[in-house]
């Protein structure tokens, strides 16, 4: 559902040298709240199956569940490191194929909410 969080995690694991898995983890609720109303169906099919409705909000949980760190900031990740890679991701083709039309900014944005 959502290759762009695998490629902020990309980013973020070469930048910061943090795992893609927990980049990932951190990511891929703001990146599923900014697509939610473009994923329809399928996020409310992954919804279900993790006895949720809201997508983001059971990713959100399972991260909490499994005592993932707060935020990219508990990683050693600086606030500099958010800007350069909303502004290095966008080389990714993921960033291209978002369901969305996403921008620098837009990313930024993401970033910020999950540190």
């Known amino acids: 559902i959502s290759d762009l969080a695998a490629a902020l995690a990309l980013v973020l694991g070469g930048r910061c040298g943090i795992g893609h898995g927990v980049a990932t983890a951190l990511v891929l609720g703001p990146v599923l ?27 959100d949980a399972l991260r909490v569940h499994n005592d993932l760190p707060v935020g990219l900031s508990a990683l050693g990740v600086e606030t500099d490191d958010l ?19 996403i921008g620098e900014l837009d990313v930024l944005s993401l970033l910020e909410s999950a540190y």
Do not use: C, I, K, W
């Open 83 to 101: 800007a350069a890679a909303a502004r290095l991701v966008q080389q990714h083709p993921a960033f291209r194929t978002n369901p969305r039309p």
């Open 33 to 59: 709240r900014f697509n939610q109303d473009v994923l329809g169906a399928r996020a409310e099919q992954a919804a279900s199956l993790l006895g949720q409705t809201d997508l983001a909000a059971a990713v």
